[in-house]
Every structure is written in C-alpha cells, then in structure tokens.
C-alpha cells in the first residue's frame, strides 16, 4: 500500500493514505520528501515550499492560500490554510464539450410499472401525516394493521410540521408531504390528519393535482369515532389493490438516482465520491437519471458544474441556484463559505473548496441538463442539480421527493441514517466499513490500495440494480426511515 496519495499532477499537497510519523521520508515525483511533522490519514501535506498568500492546490484548483508560509513535507489544514472564497461572484457562460461513449441501452431492473406511468422499485404502504399531531395515532395505525396481517412494510413518516407555520414553511411541507404521497415507490399511501390544522386536507388534495385515486386514501381524525379502526379500515383496501403488483422488467433508463455525501473525510474525494461519477454517468449514458444537492458544498467548484451546462438557459439557473443559496446565508448575518463540520476536519477537509471539490466528484463528467427548485419533481432525464442545503436529513428527503428511487451516500465517518427511499452507504475508507458493516453497504475503501476505479464500478453497478430488484439496503435492513423538511421562517 502506497503512504500518499496525489489526485492531480497541479497539486503542490497530497493525501496521507495512512498515518505518518515526523522524519518518514517519502519519494514524492521523483523526489525524497522529510515530513517535518506526523500525519494523520486523510489529510494534507506540502510536497513543495508554499510562500504566504499563495495558493495550495487539490484536485488540481486551489482550494485556498497559505496564511503562513508552509515548508515542503508539513501538514496542511485550519491552522495555515485560508479560503478564496469570498462574496456573491459574476459568472460567464463557457460550455465544456462533454463526451460520454457509452453505447449500450439494454440493460433493465424489475420495477413496478404504475398506472400514471411512473416506475417504483418498492411497493410498500405509507402512512404520510398532514401534521405532526397525528404522528403517535399513524404509528398506532400501523401497528393495528401489522397485527392483523403478514403485510410487515408499513411505515410512517413522521415530522413536526403542518400547523403554526406560515409562508413559504408551510409552502414547503405541503409540497413535500405531497411529493412523498405520490412517490411511486409506495404501493397504496393514507394521507392522516387531525382537523384543525393550517395543513387542511381539502387544501393539500388540491395541493396534489393529479394523483391515483385507487392508491392514495385520506383520513381527518377529528371527523370519525374511531380513527385508528377507520385508519386500519384503509390499509386494508389499499392492501388489496398492492397485493395484485407485480415486479417486471423496466428499462434501466427509468431509474432515478440521488447523489449525497455526509461524514467526508480526505479520502471522500478520491475514493467513494468518485465511484459515484462512475455511476452517474454510466446511468446517464443508458438514459437515466441522477441529482446532486448539497448547493453549499457546491461553492468553490460551482464553475466546474456552469461549465457543464446544457446550454445557456440551464447555466442561468446554476447560478441563481448558487447565488440565492449565498443571499440564504447573508440574510442571516452568517458566514457564506465557512461549511466543513468538525467531523469533515477530523478527517482532513479544511476550506469549502477542499470539500466541493470532492463533493462534486459524484456528478462525473455528464452535462447538466436541469436545475430543479426545492420540493419540484423531476421532468428532464440526465444530470439534474436540486436546491437543498447539506443537511443530511433534509438534503435526502428532497432528493427522495424530487423523484428519485435510490440515495447513494458516501460517508468516511459513517451514519445509520436512512429517509423514506433506500439510502445506500458507501464507505470511503476500509475501516468505517470494517466496523460498520450494520451501517455501510458498499465499500470504495479498497481503491486507495489497488483496486481498478473501473473494475469496481463494474461492481457497484450491479450492486445498485439489486437494490433497485429489491434487495435491502441497510437503513432498510435496519426500519430507519426519516424525513426532514426544510424551515426557515416563522413558526406560531
């Protein structure tokens, strides 16, 4: 196993694979480099002087400047590296040309064909509540229906939500409780309500415009007896209508993948963040769909993304998709570009470049074809990016609700975290996937010894179609099934 790791043949940093005593030598191109201080795995030293003020390079962009002058074999991180980020930016449309030489289109999953056209790769029923007052009667709901039938895949999604909001909150729950009810993963859905809540019920089915009428139920507990027989009452019709679905064969085109990253570490952006390119692309090239959000963890590289536009139109709405998330930050008084968590710098980030760098290593190389708003619903097949925030929680419940019927989500420190759609971890490294294997479900660990990017993309692909066949993911495995909905107003 080799001790470093460079990504670009710019850079003037590496990677420490392993961690690195004070005085190992190293040969570095072609030269021998002293460390002057100890290394912890997955960050960054100089393999070169950098003077004070210049920029240190990764991925071959800099990812910021030295504060201090840094001498050839130190470490690299907060204490004297600085980020270039700085304001709102103007920006020039330059479209990169894209080449992707995938040709074959004939692969295909088993799939649940709906009768709106729409394809599900589970077929399972959910509880969705219009408000979070109902959240203990659904899971009474469930339990009653479970005990009085083999059907285990119930499940409730719970949140806080849905009254004493107003404005764009209450906007936002709406559409995305309406997105969850119409996701086509879901065989029969029974939209819960109380009665008096500002979330009405005749309001929200208007809310869902079209929808199934044979798989989507409605209860206003304040106006029966017995909501919890009523509400068992419903599954059960619904169980009858899911109980007839079958599995067959769907196009691979179909599919609909969200991007995500959450507990990165330094080896994020050579790793599993890229196996996800990989996987993008390839999907794209066979006709199908992937997402990227996390708008945050996009500054930094946002050029990298515009240069990959579409065309103009689609290049105009990344930047008002990164330039309204900045204005999000400035209405707050808060600091635009100072994002890496302090579990990211455990593990060797130190600027928001440093991590939308690696970040955007999931979207691979495939042109941009959309820009989707939060709570909106997929329309153009392609490369997608979505306006979210880098919260887990919330980011993935809005990839899930945008439409998509898998998450894949690289992690370096690990999370058991899963939202209402199968969210499949892809370790970065070989020992959070040693020791979470309850949690992580892919390894990308084993490329920074000697596995082949291709070859194991080869196999991540395959891994992915089982999953979208059936297989569990963990968070599946597990029952840990969450949403998040994003807030950011007045709450009475």
Excluded at 323 to 346: A, H, I, L, R, T
Aim: glycine share 10%; charged share 25%.
């Amino acid at each position: 196993m080799k001790n470093f790791f460079k990504i670009n043949e710019k850079d003037n940093v590496v990677i420490a694979l392993k961690n690195l005593n004070k005085s190992d030598v190293l040969e570095v191109d072609g030269k021998k480099i002293v460390l002057k201080e100890a290394i912890k795995r997955g960050h960054k030293f100089a393999i070169c002087n950098i003077k004070k003020g210049e920029n240190v390079n990764k991925y071959g962009f800099p990812i910021g400047h030295a504060i201090k002058e840094i001498k050839e074999g130190q470490w690299i991180h907060s204490h004297n590296l600085k980020t270039n980020l700085d304001g709102i930016k103007d920006y020039v449309y330059s479209k990169k040309k894209i080449l992707n030489d995938i040709k074959d289109r004939s692969l295909t999953f088993k799939g649940y064909k709906r009768e709106d056209g729409n394809v599900g790769i589970r077929n399972e029923l959910w509880i969705v509540p219009t408000v979070g007052c109902v959240n203990g009667i659904a899971d009474l709901i469930a339990k009653k229906f479970q005990e009085e039938t083999a059907f285990k895949d119930v499940h409730v999604f719970k949140h806080n939500y849905g009254c004493s909001q107003l404005g764009e909150d209450h906007i936002n729950t709406r559409t995305i409780l309406g997105d969850i009810a119409k996701h086509p993963n879901a065989g029969g859905v029974l939209v819960l309500g109380l009665g008096c809540e500002n979330n009405t019920m005749s309001d929200f089915i208007k809310s869902l415009g079209d929808y199934n009428k044979r798989r989507i139920r409605f209860l206003v507990s304040q106006e029966v007896e017995d909501e919890i027989e009523e509400g068992n009452k419903l599954l059960k019709e619904l169980y009858e209508v899911i109980s007839l679905d079958k599995r067959e064969d769907i196009p691979l085109s179909e599919l609909k993948v969200g991007l995500k990253c959450g507990g990165s570490d330094g080896f994020s952006g050579i790793t599993a963040n890229p196996l996800l390119g990989k996987f993008s692309d390839f999907l794209v090239a066979q006709g199908g769909t992937t997402i990227l959000t996390e708008v945050p963890e996009m500054f930094g590289a946002e050029t990298i993304l515009m240069s990959r536009a579409k065309n103009e139109e689609v290049f105009n709405k990344i930047v008002s998709l990164i330039n309204d998330f900045k204005k999000y930050f400035m209405n707050y008084n808060q600091p635009v570009y100072e994002n890496p968590s302090p579990g990211n710098k455990e593990g060797g980030i130190t600027t928001l470049e440093d991590k939308a760098l690696g970040c955007t290593q999931k979207s691979g190389s495939s042109e941009v074809v959309g820009v989707l708003k939060y709570g909106e619903t997929l329309k153009e097949k392609g490369l997608n990016l979505l306006s979210a925030p880098g919260n887990d929680l919330v980011a993935s419940t809005a990839l899930a609700s945008a439409g998509c019927h898998i998450i894949l989500f690289t992690t370096g420190r690990g999370t058991p975290f899963g939202t209402f759609i199968p969210t499949v971890k892809v370790s970065t490294n070989n020992d959070i996937f040693n020791r979470k294997k309850h949690w992580i479900d892919f390894n990308a660990g084993s490329l920074v010894i000697n596995d082949n990017i291709d070859d194991l993309a080869e196999q991540f692909i395959k891994y992915v179609i089982s999953i979208a066949n059936g297989e569990l993911a963990n968070n599946e495995k597990n029952n840990i099934r969450e949403i998040a909905i994003f807030k950011n107003g007045v709450t009475l």
